[in-house]
């Protein structure tokens, strides 16, 4: 059965830091890219980073670049968003998603998706 679920998301100040993970599971012959991806209210979902499960190559958006960071442990099936230097902006319900195209950040190019964790930061 393939399974995503994430966890780590909470309230936090601008300028502080979180961690997200991501559990992977059943996914390891369906999917050789996981991405995160955030939504905030009334807006768009949108791709945040992503990695290549087989090689390691990363991806960031523009927004997140230099502050976010994302990394697997394969052996536990996890991959990790870090996130630095918070912003209010940053606020959002945050997933990871599994695909096997590449790390375009197109929705639809994602087929398996976690339920969500919700990332608050204060200004």
């Known amino acids: 059965q393939v399974r995503l679920v994430e966890s780590g998301g909470d309230s936090v100040q601008t300028g502080g830091s979180q961690r997200l993970s991501c559990v992977v599971f059943g996914l390891s012959k369906l999917a050789n890219y996981i991405g995160w991806f955030r939504q905030a209210p009334d807006k768009d979902r949108a791709g945040v980073a992503c990695i290549n499960r087989r090689s390691g190559v990363t991806s960031y958006s523009d927004p997140v670049k230099g502050r976010f960071t994302i990394s697997q442990d394969n052996s536990k099936d996890m991959v990790y968003l870090q996130m630095n230097s918070l912003k209010p902006e940053d606020t959002a319900m945050y997933y990871c998603?599994?695909?096997?195209?590449?790390?375009?950040?197109?929705?639809?190019?994602?087929?398996?998706w976690g339920q969500g964790t919700q990332v608050t930061v204060s200004s």
């Open positions: 998603a599994g695909g096997w195209i590449s790390c375009d950040f197109i929705l639809t190019n994602f087929h398996f």
